[in-house]
């Protein structure tokens, strides 16, 4: 008796969770995306689908289930995601032998406009590392100025800052990090971050295991994304920067400073993680816009 869909996505979802060492946030999106698509097909085929019926699928049924989700408000980067999830919903069942069909392969992915990312400046990073510290409780503030001189100063994502526990302070000079996909990097911390970590521990006002989160919120528990952009957006009001002043713009003002002052690609890809160079050099376009709006006010010519 051939299998349902159904059965088959569970099998697959546990493939990307243990072989493939996806992540929570990977397998949730790509869960959704495919739990969509086999509602669809539900009606689409006029009944539950089978290992049987995704075999017959052609490249009219995926581009079909594309529209619909066009129909429902999704842009060209949920329908890249999409049809990545149902790409490697296919590739899984191709891998285990259980069914071929390359219909998904062969249904183009829209293209997505990159936009460079915004930095902030030099100057108002270090503004925004001195407001953090202006706070009425001081424990929070020291964790504030060590959250973000950690962000800025090597380049991590917030979510790999807020896995931090307490076992790992004292930090060492180099920290070995697990980033997307599973990547480990080792990011060199320069001593005004680790020395910002210290001093912010010694404050910590709750007790922890060496396994318990370094950055913990006002009640104790582990600091959320949300805290971390809720601070983000005090500064923002308090300093007037840009509304694109978020945590995750202290990274891209570690790349692009560094950059700017004479770092190498390679190093910064390294630094940051990225699985493909091309990524990385989109800082270097920042700074190439920076020269063109220079040279055009100040050209007498333009």
Same mark, same amino acid.
């Given at each position: 008796?051939?299998?349902?869909? &159904?059965?088959?996505?569970?099998?697959?979802? *546990?493939s990307?969770?243990?072989?493939?060492?996806?992540?929570?946030?990977?397998?949730?999106?790509?869960?959704?995306?495919?739990?969509?698509?086999?509602?669809?097909?539900?009606?689409?085929?006029?009944?539950?689908?089978?290992?049987? #019926?995704?075999?017959?699928?052609?490249?009219?049924?995926?581009?079909?289930?594309?529209?619909?989700r066009?129909?429902?408000?999704?842009?060209?980067?949920?329908? &890249?995601?999409?049809?990545?999830?149902?790409?490697?919903?296919?590739?899984?069942?191709?891998?285990?032998?259980?069914?071929?069909?390359?219909?998904?392969?062969?249904?183009?992915?829209?293209?997505?406009?990159?936009?460079?990312?915004?930095p902030?400046?030099?100057?108002?990073?270090?503004r925004?590392?001195?407001?953090?510290?202006?706070?009425?409780?001081?424990?929070?503030?020291?964790r504030?100025? *060590?959250?973000?001189?950690?962000?800025?100063?090597?380049?991590?994502r917030?979510?790999?800052?807020?896995?931090?526990?307490?076992?790992?302070?004292?930090?060492?000079?180099?920290?070995?990090?697990?980033?997307?996909?599973?990547?480990?990097?080792?990011?060199?911390?320069?001593?005004?971050?680790?020395? *910002?970590?210290?001093? %912010?521990?010694?404050?910590?006002?709750?007790?922890?295991?060496?396994?318990?989160?370094?950055?913990?919120?006002?009640?104790?528990?582990?600091?959320?994304?949300?805290?971390?952009?809720?601070?983000?957006?005090?500064?923002?009001?308090?300093?007037?920067?840009?509304?694109?002043?978020?945590?995750?713009?202290?990274?891209?003002?570690? *790349?692009?400073?560094?950059? #700017?002052?004479?770092?190498?690609?390679?190093?910064?890809?390294?630094?940051?993680?990225?699985?493909?160079?091309?990524?990385? &050099?989109? %800082?270097?376009?920042?700074?190439?816009k920076?020269?063109?709006?220079? %040279?055009?006010?100040?050209?007498?010519?333009?």
């Amino acid at each position: 008796m051939a299998r349902s869909a &159904q059965d088959l996505k569970k099998l697959w979802l *546990a493939s990307l969770a243990h072989e493939r060492r996806a992540s929570a946030h990977t397998l949730r999106a790509y869960g959704d995306d495919a739990e969509r698509f086999l509602r669809f097909l539900h009606g689409h085929l006029g009944g539950v689908a089978t290992e049987k #019926s995704l075999a017959r699928l052609s490249p009219a049924d995926i581009r079909a289930f594309i529209t619909v989700r066009r129909s429902e408000g999704l842009g060209a980067k949920g329908v &890249q995601r999409a049809l990545a999830a149902v790409r490697s919903f296919f590739r899984y069942l191709a891998r285990e032998n259980i069914l071929e069909n390359a219909a998904a392969r062969n249904v183009r992915t829209p293209r997505i406009r990159r936009g460079l990312p915004r930095p902030l400046s030099e100057t108002d990073a270090a503004r925004a590392i001195e407001q953090a510290g202006e706070h009425d409780v001081e424990w929070l503030g020291a964790r504030d100025v *060590a959250l973000l001189t950690l962000l800025y100063g090597a380049g991590l994502r917030i979510s790999e800052a807020l896995s931090l526990k307490r076992g790992d302070v004292p930090l060492p000079a180099t920290l070995t990090i697990l980033g997307k996909g599973g990547k480990e990097r080792v990011v060199p911390l320069l001593a005004v971050v680790r020395q *910002a970590i210290d001093s %912010y521990e010694k404050l910590i006002p709750f007790a922890g295991t060496k396994g318990s989160a370094l950055f913990r919120s006002r009640r104790g528990k582990a600091m959320s994304p949300r805290e971390a952009q809720l601070l983000m957006a005090r500064l923002r009001g308090a300093l007037g920067l840009s509304e694109r002043a978020t945590p995750h713009a202290m990274r891209h003002s570690f *790349a692009t400073h560094l950059l #700017s002052n004479g770092g190498d690609l390679r190093s910064v890809q390294e630094l940051l993680g990225h699985a493909s160079l091309s990524t990385t &050099q989109t %800082y270097t376009q920042i700074d190439s816009k920076k020269l063109r709006d220079v %040279y055009e006010k100040a050209h007498p010519r333009s």
